[in-house]
């Protein structure tokens, strides 16, 4: 199984390519929608059972990660240093990460004889297969629109079996409603940076820093909103600040929130009055000093 680039099938995958000859797109090109019927199935019982985790190219979306670290007990800087492999998603060197394999194969991690060791927790990708899902943001609109469509490889037997269901069925048995609300807002930034044009350029070092950390790195997240250099500038109610210490999946709705001012320049989280004067008032007197952690851009 082969998870593509986020950008434009955050949530396919299939098999790697064993040789260098060309061969067909296991993508189907049609495309489905939510009450678009397909005939797939994938229970113990298929001759193929784990064959699709044994070559993998997997790309994690931030739910994903989130889920993973909390199942295992870590952080998620130590999850991430365990059990992935980092890429760039583009050429401005955006951070990506891709499931790990055990060493010296393409198998996953994960896999154990009786199958997926994660599987409650396992991610986007691993869900969706053998449908791929797509976001696509036709010009000038701002509006994403999900397309989906089947993945048919050979050493897939599921496409035999006699089942026939609807993508919005699959999607619910597969728990992707779920994942897809907590992983949208991530992939819409990720469309918007590739389409924005060139009033979207490359982000700076501490930009890609940031990226980082809001998007895999929930743990670090949590402690720069509760630093004094963040609540200097921004204006969170009290509320509003135990709800994202105590609720993670609020913390990564809210990342994503900052990673649009990080990244666009948005101005989507409440200032304090006269913030920026005293930011600048500080970096005149120490210019320099450690860097200041409320800068975002
Ligand atoms: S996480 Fe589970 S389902 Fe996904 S590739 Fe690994 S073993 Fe297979
Ligand atoms: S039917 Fe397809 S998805 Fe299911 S185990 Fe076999 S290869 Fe994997």
Same mark, same amino acid.
């Given at each position: ?6 950008? =434009? *099938? ?10 260098? +000859?060309? #061969? ?6 049609? %495309? ?45 800087? %130590?999850? &991430?240093?365990?059990?992935? &492999? ?19 194969? +393409? ?43 089947? &993945?048919?490889?050979?050493?897939? /037997? ?8 609807? &993508? ?25 940076? %590739?389409? @924005?044009?060139? @009033?979207?350029?490359?982000?700076? +070092? ?13 743990? =670090? ?19 509003? %600040? +135990? *709800? ?23 101005? #989507?989280?409440? #200032? ?5 004067? /005293? ?19």
């Amino acid at each position: 199984m082969q998870k593509d680039d986020p950008q =434009n *099938a955050p949530e396919t995958k299939s098999a790697g390519e064993t040789s260098e +000859a060309p #061969r067909p797109s296991p993508v189907r090109p049609v %495309r489905l929608h939510a009450g678009s019927k397909f005939r797939f199935d994938c229970h113990r019982g298929v001759p193929c059972f784990n064959a699709c985790c044994k070559n993998i190219d997997i790309t994690l979306l931030p739910y994903d990660i989130a889920r993973l670290k909390r199942r295992a007990g870590m952080t998620s800087a %130590r999850w &991430v240093g365990a059990y992935t &492999v980092p890429y760039a998603m583009d050429a401005h060197d955006l951070p990506g990460l891709k499931l790990a394999t055990k060493p010296g194969t +393409a198998e996953c991690v994960f896999l154990t004889e009786d199958g997926c060791g994660v599987y409650d927790d396992r991610p986007s990708a691993c869900r969706y297969y053998a449908l791929g899902a797509m976001g696509v943001r036709r010009t000038a609109s701002a509006e994403v629109e999900d397309m989906y469509f089947v &993945v048919k490889e050979p050493h897939c /037997k599921g496409h035999d079996e006699p089942r026939t269901t609807t &993508v919005a069925q699959y999607r619910k048995e597969q728990g992707l409603e779920q994942y897809d609300r907590m992983n949208r807002e991530w992939r819409d930034i990720i469309l918007k940076k %590739r389409s @924005g044009g060139p @009033g979207v350029g490359r982000p700076s +070092a501490r930009s890609l820093q940031l990226f980082d950390m809001c998007s895999y790195d929930l743990d =670090n997240f949590r402690d720069f909103i509760a630093s004094d250099g963040f609540n200097e500038v921004f204006d969170l109610g009290a509320d509003e %600040r +135990a *709800a994202l210490a105590e609720d993670e999946d609020k913390l990564l709705l809210f990342a994503c929130k900052f990673l649009k001012e990080v990244l666009f320049g948005e101005m #989507r989280i409440p #200032r304090k009055a006269g913030a920026r004067e /005293k930011r600048m008032a500080r970096r005149v007197k120490s210019p320099t000093g450690a860097p200041d952690t409320s800068d975002t851009r």
